[in-house]
């Protein structure tokens, strides 16, 4: 069949520019690897290196390109474009549509990479071949996923997903619809659409300063790689140092800006959840601290290098893992931020297994182990290959499961690398730990400590993190901790306490040696400042955790301690005090963070007489008021109204007015808010709640609709008209005898059952079975009473509705259960009677600008520190 508007030449021309791509990648790789040996062929391969690698780059910006125009023209004959966009999608979020899929963010880390090598191409002098090579390889990896190429016929092998070859109707997911039948089949398709929670500005900032901070860990990885390829052990920190600081300002304020869009835009009702995405990106960002840092100590002392040299190599394979466990599914639901499986799972392992492999290879400093450990490598990978899912029964502890022979082969090659590790650490690296032993009163001691801190924080946080791992490999069943905050809270509090109170100190300390009595009266005061500020703020928010109050000293101590630093050493010169502020600012952070969240006040809990939790079991009368429209109730200390709702495209947003009771008793209105819920057309996507919150100087009010049920319909054309005495859809309920519900002006009460009443008023006949059921309805000034009839008549229920007028009501009686005693119920109201409601969330976060203020002197200290050293290496 020939289908007709189709635009196939767009997909060749993008297929095309990703063969490219990974052809000019690898060329670039392999020829910037001869340039690196520094023989007289080196200049002619760098030439064709450079080429190779500004083909490659072009290309990428093709891919860019070509897919951006396929997103803006909506050519949904792509899947990928049918898949993350639609028609009736604002066009301001085109850029969120392009990198929400597998292939999109894969391709923005491309592009990434593509800045970052051409800068490199123009600055890096004599480490341009090693580390470009490095970079090449990079690339030559993350094209293919990208490739969408199928290898063998029985059971064929997936390289990448492509975008441009995979049109809709050769999807698995839509062989044989009817709709592909017609030739003309796009005149009236639309998308599938984008996730309603990722329709946001944030999602037009957040991916991209998120991937340039992934990216940028390339770098140091890339210099360290060529460092110890080269043998040129401690010069490639110096090149490497403003990269490294870079890639933790820029990562820190892409994980940043994750937080303040998920306390703007979702209704967990925080900044941070301890999701496994969000963790997955933290941990690659604390190792890099850690590294920056150790490479800060060699620098200038020559002390920490194979630690430098690992925690560098290591942030950047932490960041394939996220990758893999992001990508792969394996994650399921324990993440909203997981992608979906699209197949790719065996080749993100090659990705990480061969880096890690090639990180490990050269840090083996001594060749005869370099030599065992390639061989037993190659053994290794042998060894899965035909060992296969071959697996043996393993009963011990906990553990009753079939474990695979390549999961302990894994485990054995695991154990071989630690024994490397530990062999090769003591042989000859220049100016590492292998030295003199530095001084317990020198910054570089207390700096390693600090490094190591993270280390162990990062592990905790992977290790759990990576549960859906463990189970998948030794076939358990864990699941993760019921109250994931509280958790992750109770083992990252003392690592915070530890981490901030070695900022609060570090500085002060000398290279190499401190006078210890010089040192106490530096810190003297701010330890004093610090610790009578504690005692205070402890006495005021009534904090009786010794942890809560541990790292509340630890946090303000080291915010005036490095100020203080800021105005002693360089004398309150800004430019040069960038280290100082960005401790600063990270101080700021934890103390925000810690008295918002440990002193969150929950202020809606229901005052409206009319119980939440029948709604359902998520929903509580602590934590969730039912606010019903032209009320006034109290709320914490405000009053609160549900003023209304008005609709404006697939947003209906909820009006509720706050208010003050002044010394008259009478109520003055301080500010409005309108949480919306956000509609989508798309079924599968379902209905996103969005919170709105009131900013004030020392707290916020947040809130969000947690319920409501009567949405307009998108797909109404037109208003029909309708009679005020129709009564509405019957709302059907169970209920035990005592049980009440409640209508929007009513409550409702079932009180009884009889057999024994006049039943000639309703004509029944001998054989018939009639039971009343007695219902006491309650309004604010009158009592009254419904007695719905069930009848039996001729084996068939015929009930008797039951209404009490004057409040607009009618109760229908439908079945009796006796096993339990409970009635079914049908309830109907009035469309004149009904008064729309809300159920709504309310807390209040106390003081969490703290932690706002420290997010942006921590993002400007580090620039600066950056700057300062940008322009010291000049």
């Known amino acids: 069949m020939e289908y007709t508007g189709e635009h196939t030449y767009i997909g060749e021309i993008g297929n095309v520019f990703v063969i490219l791509s990974f052809v000019f990648a690898l060329l670039a790789s392999i020829s910037y690897f001869f340039a690196a040996r520094d023989n007289e062929q080196a200049l002619s391969w760098k030439r064709i290196a450079r080429w190779s690698f500004r083909i490659h780059g072009i290309s990428v910006f093709g891919i860019v390109a070509t897919l951006f125009v396929m997103l803006y023209n909506h050519y949904f004959e792509y899947e990928y474009v049918w898949h993350h966009s639609s028609k009736t999608m604002q066009m301001r979020y085109i850029l969120s549509c392009f990198w929400e899929g597998q292939e999109g963010s894969f391709l923005l880390w491309t592009f990434w990479h593509v800045v970052i090598g051409f800068i490199l191409q123009r600055k890096a002098k004599e480490w341009e071949a090693p580390v470009l090579s490095v970079i090449a390889l990079v690339q030559t990896f993350l094209t293919s996923m990208l490739l969408g190429l199928y290898i063998g016929s029985d059971h064929p092998i997936k390289i990448g997903s492509n975008p441009f070859t995979v ?48 990216a940028l860990t390339v770098v140091p990885f890339a210099f360290a790689i060529a460092g110890l390829w080269k043998k040129k052990y401690t010069e490639w920190l110096k090149p490497a140092l403003p990269w490294t600081f870079l890639g933790i300002a820029v990562l820190g304020v892409g994980i940043l800006m994750g937080g303040a869009w998920a306390y703007e835009a979702l209704s967990f009702g925080g900044f941070w959840a301890w999701d496994p995405v969000e963790n997955a990106s933290l941990v690659p960002w604390l190792t890099l601290v850690g590294a920056g840092h150790l490479m800060l100590i060699n620098k200038n002392k020559g002390q920490s290098l194979f630690t430098a040299f690992g925690l560098a190599i290591l942030t950047f394979i932490l960041i394939l893992y996220s990758t893999f466990l992001t990508r792969s599914g394996i994650l399921g639901e324990t993440s909203v931020h997981a992608f979906t499986d699209l197949g790719m799972s065996g080749q993100l392992l090659i990705y990480l297994f061969a880096f890690l492999f090639l990180g490990i290879f050269l840090l083996l400093i001594d060749k005869k182990i370099k030599i065992q450990y390639a061989i037993a490598s190659t053994l290794f990978i042998i060894l899965i290959y035909i060992l296969g899912s071959s697996s043996f029964h393993l009963k011990m502890f906990t553990v009753d499961a079939d474990i695979p022979f390549r999961i302990v082969a894994l485990f054995c090659w695991i154990i071989y690398t630690g024994y490397a590790f530990v062999k090769s650490s003591t042989k000859f690296l220049p100016q590492s730990e292998s030295g003199k032993e530095e001084s317990i009163y020198s910054r570089e001691f207390w700096m390693f400590v600090g490094a190591i801190i993270l280390l162990v924080s990062s592990f905790q946080i992977m290790f759990n993190t990576s549960l859906p791992v463990w189970n998948k490999l030794f076939g358990l069943h864990k699941a993760p901790p019921t109250d994931v905050k509280q958790f992750y809270n109770a083992w990252q509090l003392p690592f915070a306490f530890l981490t901030t109170f070695l900022i609060a100190i570090g500085q002060y300390f000398k290279y190499k040696d401190t006078n210890i009595k010089e040192f106490f009266k530096k810190i003297g005061l701010s330890l004093l400042i610090a610790a009578i500020a504690t005692a205070l703020i402890s006495y005021g928010l009534h904090y009786s955790n010794p942890l809560y109050i541990l790292l509340l000293f630890s946090a303000l101590f080291a915010a005036f301690a490095n100020a203080a630093y800021m105005i002693q050493v360089f004398g309150g010169k800004i430019k040069k005090a960038g280290a100082s502020i960005a401790h600063v600012g990270f101080a700021l952070v934890l103390l925000g963070a810690l008295i918002s969240t440990s002193k969150k006040d929950v202020i809606s809990q229901n005052t409206s007489g009319k119980s939440v939790e029948s709604i359902g079991k998520d929903y509580s009368d602590r934590d969730n008021i039912l606010l019903t429209q032209g009320d006034t109730l109290p709320m914490g200390k405000y009053y609160v109204a549900y003023t209304g709702n008005h609709t404006e495209g697939f947003n209906t947003y909820f009006d509720v007015d706050y208010f003050l009771k002044n010394a008259a008793g009478k109520y003055d209105k301080q500010f409005r808010l309108s949480p919306l819920i956000q509609q989508n057309p798309n079924p599968q996507f379902g209905n996103a709640a969005e919170p709105d919150t009131r900013h004030f100087l020392t707290f916020d009010v947040y809130t969000h609709i947690t319920f409501y049920d009567h949405l307009p319909d998108l797909k109404a054309t037109g208003k029909k008209e309708e009679s005020k005495d129709e009564y509405a859809a019957a709302k059907n309920v169970t209920m035990a005898k005592g049980d009440t519900i409640f209508s929007s002006n009513a409550i409702i009460i079932f009180d009884s059952l009889s057999t024994q009443f006049d039943k000639t008023s309703y004509h029944l006949e001998k054989d018939d079975i009639a039971v009343m059921a007695h219902i006491s309805v309650l309004d604010v000034n009158k009592k009254y009473q419904a007695t719905p009839v069930y009848i039996i008549h001729n084996n068939s229920v015929q009930p008797i509705a039951s209404k009490v007028d004057n409040l607009g009501l009618q109760f229908m009686f439908w079945k009796i259960n006796p096993e339990d005693g409970k009635v079914d119920f049908s309830v109907q109201e009035k469309k004149s009677n009904i008064r729309d409601y809300i159920v709504m969330k309310a807390m209040i976060f106390p003081y969490i600008n703290i932690l706002w203020m420290g997010c942006i002197i921590m993002a400007i200290g580090t620039f600066l520190a950056i700057w300062a050293r940008i322009r010291r290496a000049a």
């Open 167 to 214: 049109l809709l109707r050769n999807h698995p997911d839509f062989y044989n619809i009817p709709l592909f039948t017609n030739p003309n089949y796009l005149q009236n398709l639309d998308g599938h659409g984008l996730n309603p929670l990722l329709q946001n500005y944030w999602m037009t900032i957040h991916p991209p300063t998120l991937f340039l901070g992934f």
